[in-house]
């Protein structure tokens, strides 16, 4: 039920501001995370999960990645990828913010990750959950819940940010899992679309931001 989830996922970007703070800092904001988001007890099997993935505001982005950064989140809050059974579901944490960097120690663990739920779980219906959104044809609209005035999400790359994996990125990462559907962030505001691959309808839906100060 809406109301009584067993599992929250929190797609990426924990906190504004955690990829450039220094130790200190990143664990006073952690452990004010940690109230924020605190789950209630539940006795037994009942017990609400949380589970998280790393943004660009987490560990940088693609060429920017910050190395001690990326420890840190791996240390402090888990890893980069990751998968959760849940029935007969398949919900898969994938690192898509490091996914296109040039240096293979850093790309290489989320694209063997890929080649594992593969090999794997064949069967299993799959939820990718992903902090970049995929690639989509310029102009694709989001959406009637979309709140901005854009009503797409383009192809933009700046300091610390990718907008949405590029389409070879995405394309591989579809056919490796093909997936009964995507979640994604990032964008800060509500984005359904619809990916057409390999004769597969599969949609995506980007998530509007929680923000707390």
């Known amino acids: 039920m ?3 989830p067993s599992r929250i996922f929190i797609l990426g970007n924990l906190m504004d501001g955690g990829r450039e703070w220094t130790d200190s800092n990143w664990e006073t904001e952690w452990k004010r995370f940690q109230r924020v988001f605190k789950i209630p007890n539940r006795k037994g099997n009942n017990r609400v999960k949380l589970h998280t993935l790393a943004g660009n505001r987490d560990i940088g982005m ?19 990828n990751y998968a959760v059974e ?4 398949l919900l898969i944490a994938l690192d898509t913010v490091l996914f296109e960097n040039k240096h ?12 594992h739920i593969k090999s794997n779980f064949p069967s299993k219906h799959k939820i990718l ?4 959104p ?7 609209d989001c959406g009637s819940f979309r709140k901005s005035a ?10 610390q940010y990718k907008t949405m994996l590029d389409r070879n990125s995405s394309e591989l990462i579809l056919k490796n ?5 995507i979640l994604s962030a990032d964008d800060y505001d509500n984005c359904h679309v619809v990916h057409d691959f390999n004769n597969k309808i599969i949609p995506e839906v980007c998530f509007f931001t929680l923000y707390f100060s």
């Open 62 to 80: 693609g060429e920017s990645v910050i190395p001690w950064a990326v420890q840190r989140f791996r240390n402090r809050v888990g890893p980069l």
């Open 2 to 4: 809406l109301n009584s």
């Open 134 to 140: 995929l690639y989509r044809k310029p102009g694709t």
């Open 86 to 89: 849940v029935d007969n579901h």
């Open 129 to 132: 959950l992903s902090h970049t």
């Open 177 to 181: 899992l093909m997936p009964d559907m």
């Open 150 to 159: 854009k009503k797409s999400i383009e192809l933009n790359i700046g300091k």
């Open 104 to 115: 293979e120690i850093y790309r290489s663990e989320s694209r063997l990750f890929l080649e």
